[in-house]
């Protein structure tokens, strides 16, 4: 978390809602975000998810936490399942990666534009 917010220039406190939108796959960010304007809770899982990972140590420790929200049964949310709105984990876990100076996974984890 703290390398994070210092390569993204975040405060602490924002880093959660700045790897949800870092971690969110480009075409469905649109609609993303104009359902955080009306439904922050949409998001829940995603937060959840974040927040497991955000003191994580080591790349494997989040590839296992991932792992297991993967496994969760899937969302009962008809937008959610359908359109697939929600963070990319192979994102979260290139994040990871370049955080943790962890190349053994691919990296997506580029400052967004």
């Known amino acids: 978390m703290v390398k994070y917010c210092q390569v993204y220039q975040c405060l602490?406190?924002?880093?959660?809602?700045?790897?949800?939108?870092?971690?969110?796959?480009?075409?469905?960010?649109?609609?993303?975000r104009l359902i955080w304007l009306f439904n922050e809770d949409f998001f829940q899982s995603d937060l959840?998810?974040?927040?497991?990972?955000?003191?994580?140590?080591?790349?494997?420790?989040?590839?296992?936490?991932?792992?297991?929200?993967?496994?969760?049964p899937a969302s009962t949310n008809f937008v959610r399942r359908s359109l697939?709105?929600?963070?990319?984990r192979s994102k979260l876990l290139g994040l990871a990666a370049a955080a943790l100076g962890d190349h053994s996974g691919k990296s997506e984890a580029e400052p967004p534009a």
């Open 12 to 32: 602490p406190e924002d880093f959660t809602t700045k790897v949800l939108w870092h971690c969110m796959r480009r075409l469905q960010s649109p609609f993303a």
């Open 48 to 72: 959840e998810l974040i927040n497991q990972v955000k003191d994580a140590t080591s790349y494997a420790k989040i590839r296992e936490t991932i792992k297991f929200f993967s496994k969760e």
């Open 84 to 88: 697939k709105i929600r963070i990319s």
